[in-house]
Structure formats: structure tokens, C-alpha cells
């Protein structure tokens, strides 16, 4: 059984810092890419960040670039969201959602329940 | 940026009727393109991948249509657990990977 649990998330003053994980099991997580989607409170999904399967490229939406890494650790079946200079339009809910391939360009087909970052004084 | 436009914003339905969601693209994306199902207070769930193929698990009567930069998700007969909001995808080409706004639908 596919699954992916995310951690980490928490309430942040603005300008912090916060480490997102993602645990996952049940599937060969070396062999796919991975993502951070994000969803502010009420509104709808907006992509974050992609990491191919051996971490060789990473991909970031503009809005994160240069603030926001993404890595992997292969050997613990583990995603990451180091997130640095966190604004207030950052606050959401973080998915972590598994590619259907190796690169990108497929849908995502899992995700998990997500952790909710809160950035406010 | 691929704009992803999705309409209309909010369909409201009767169990047992047939919705059908539209999804535009602002530049072709071939059917490189996926739709999602998000129900209050859980991720999204992936239905369909490659604009028509459904996913594992799905039931028959969800369909997807289009290519190019016109799509469809069609719900033939909607059922109570139906009721959520429904985002599609583009994934061909990146970064960004760009979601529509969604498409509410909700009991009539």
C-alpha cells in the first residue's frame, strides 16, 4: 500500500525557517520523482517544487524560487522541503505527492494528507 | 506559464443527472493533462491521467475527453460521494506545473 506522510509543519514568524518531511513506503521510491504541491486556506492547488527520481534536477514554481529546496535521501525513502524567508502568502496546506515517472510529466497519482505551515506573527 | 481555465467555477446537479466539466488550456499540452477530485478536509485524489485514461480504482462513470487544449470530465450519473471540487492538471510542460482553479459541484 501506497503511503506518504508528511511532517514538520508548524507555525512560523515571517522571515523563518521550517523543514518539511515526507516519508513514504510501498513503493519503490527511488524510482520516481516527487512533488510539493501547496493549497492556501479556501483557495485551490498550486505546484511548488518537482525533484527527479535520482535528485538530479529540481524544478521550483517562481514564486518559491531561491527561498524554498527541495532534496531526497534514497536511502530513506524520504522527501524534503527546506523552506527559508517565509512570507505570509506561503501559509498552506504542503502535500507531498508522488510522480507518476521518473523526470516529471506525469500526473501525480499519490499524495499525502498533508501539513499545514502557518507563517504569522 | 500554461494557463489552465476550468468552467464553470461552481455546477450544481442532481444525484443520478450527468455533470460535464470543461478545462482550457492556454497553449497546447497534447493529453498531457490529468483531473483531480478534492473532497473537504482530504488531498486530492487522482481520476484521470493522459486526459482519458482512468485511474486505478476509478469508477466507469468517470470519463475524460479532449486533446490539445480543449478537455472534458464527464461524471455520467453522479453519485452522493461525487459532491467535491474538481481541479485538472497540465504536466506537459514544466516548470510550471499548472492547476486549473477548480470546478465546485455541488447538490443541486
Known amino acids: 500500500e501506497f503511503q506518504l506522510l508528511e511532517s514538520g509543519g508548524g507555525l512560523v514568524q515571517p522571515g523563518g525557517s521550517l523543514r518539511l518531511s515526507c516519508a513514504t513506503s510501498?513503493?519503490?521510491?527511488?524510482?520516481?520523482?516527487m512533488n510539493w504541491v501547496r493549497q492556501a486556506p479556501g483557495e485551490g492547488l498550486e505546484w511548488v517544487s518537482l525533484i527527479t527520481s535520482s535528485g538530479g534536477a529540481t524544478y521550483y514554481a517562481d514564486s518559491v524560487k531561491g527561498r524554498f529546496t527541495i532534496s531526497r535521501d534514497n536511502s530513506k525513502n524520504t522527501l524534503y522541503l527546506q523552506m527559508n524567508s517565509l512570507r505570509a502568502d506561503d501559509t498552506a496546506i504542503y502535500y507531498c505527492?508522488?510522480?507518476?515517472?521518473?523526470?516529471?510529466?506525469?500526473?501525480?497519482?499519490?499524495w499525502g494528507q498533508g501539513t499545514l505551515v502557518t507563517v504569522s506573527s | 506559464e500554461i494557463v489552465m481555465t476550468q468552467s464553470p467555477a461552481t455546477l450544481s446537479v442532481s444525484p443520478g443527472e450527468r455533470a460535464t466539466l470543461s478545462c482550457r488550456a492556454s497553449q497546447s499540452v497534447s493529453s498531457n493533462l490529468a483531473w483531480y477530485q478534492q473532497k473537504p478536509g482530504q488531498a486530492p485524489r487522482l481520476l484521470i491521467s493522459g486526459a482519458s485514461t482512468r485511474a486505478t480504482g476509478i469508477p466507469a462513470r468517470f470519463s475524460g475527453s479532449g486533446s490539445g487544449t480543449e478537455f472534458t470530465l464527464t461524471i455520467s450519473s453522479l453519485q452522493s460521494e461525487d459532491f467535491a471540487i474538481y481541479y485538472c492538471q497540465q504536466y506537459d510542460k514544466l516548470p510550471p506545473i499548472t492547476f486549473g482553479g477548480g470546478t465546485k459541484v455541488e447538490i443541486k
Open positions: 510501498g513503493f519503490t521510491f527511488n524510482t520516481y520523482a
Open positions: 505527492a508522488k510522480d507518476g515517472g521518473p523526470y516529471g510529466y506525469n500526473a501525480f497519482d499519490y
